[in-house]
T-cell receptor, first 117, second 111 residues
Framework: GAVVSQHPSWVICKSGTSVKIECRSL??????MFWYRQFPKQSLMLMAT?????????EQGVEKDKFLINHASLTLSTLTVTSAHPEDSSFYIC?????????????FGPGTRLLVL | AQSVSQHNHHVILSEAASLELGCNYS??????LFWYVQYPGQHLQLLLK??????LVKGIKGFEAEFIKSKFSFNLRKPSVQWSDTAEYFC?????????FGKGTSLLVTP
């Protein structure tokens, strides 16, 4: 079946550094990729939507300059957390929307756990 | 705006008890419905999904869900839970854009 991968699966960094998270669709072309964030004990919150070759659309309250999203190809999207701070520590999940077998659906990556010290 | 609500935030059951988790959504158009499970320390996994056809959907690990269009509901059921079903369960609705998730229900199954 379709697989979406994320790299790294977890990362620990110092406050002030930038962290890049990759999201790849392995079996299909993802016309749209979504980035979610999950706070402890809470549901997933959509951060932004990116379409290949165009600028990402951010949800209200999400800082564009803080969370840089690049969707350079139909199989790769990256999320860069710039100048990370401890409050950015969270679980980041991407999902990719594409067609497989003629049916369009959305597949989730395994998530990236970020800890900012 | 589209919303997804899960009625129970925390559920505690004994092994072999039956489970039903409620999920309601507010959207009048065509929707795709999902239930995801997140086991402790793991990532989201798809339990089952409904796109069209038979409103009673069977998923993995003995779970099933019934889509009742008139009630805008997609409740998750399992006739007999196991300790290994302890996890967080998320209902999600896709109206053609991004998935909208409910806040999740934390299920604890006691031996």
């Amino acid at each position: 079946g379709a697989v979406v991968s994320q790299h790294p699966s977890w990362v620990i960094c110092k406050s002030g550094t930038s962290v890049k998270i990759e999201c790849r669709s392995l079996d299909f072309q993802a016309t749209t990729m979504f980035w979610y964030r999950q706070f402890p004990k809470q549901s997933l919150m959509l951060m932004a939507t990116s379409n290949e070759g165009s600028k990402a659309t951010y949800e209200q309250g999400v800082e564009k300059d803080k969370f840089l999203i690049n969707h350079a190809s139909l199989t790769l999207s990256t999320l860069t957390v710039t100048s990370a701070h401890p409050e950015d520590s969270s679980f980041y999940i991407c999902s990719a929307r594409g067609a497989l077998g003629g049916k369009e659906t959305q597949y989730f990556g395994p998530g990236t756990r970020l800890l900012v010290l | 705006a589209q919303s997804v609500s899960q009625h129970n935030h925390h559920v505690i059951l004994s092994e072999a008890a039956s489970l039903e988790l409620g999920c309601n959504y507010s959207y009048g158009g065509t929707v795709n419905l999902f239930w995801y499970v997140q086991y402790p320390g793991q990532h989201l996994q798809l339990l089952l999904k409904y796109f069209s056809g038979d409103p009673l959907v069977k998923g993995i690990k003995g779970f099933e869900a019934e889509f009742i269009k008139s009630k805008f509901s997609f409740n998750l059921r399992k006739p007999s839970v196991q300790w290994s079903d302890t996890a967080e369960y998320f209902c999600a609705v896709n109206s053609g854009y991004a998935l909208n998730f409910g806040k999740g229900t934390s299920l604890l199954v006691t031996p």
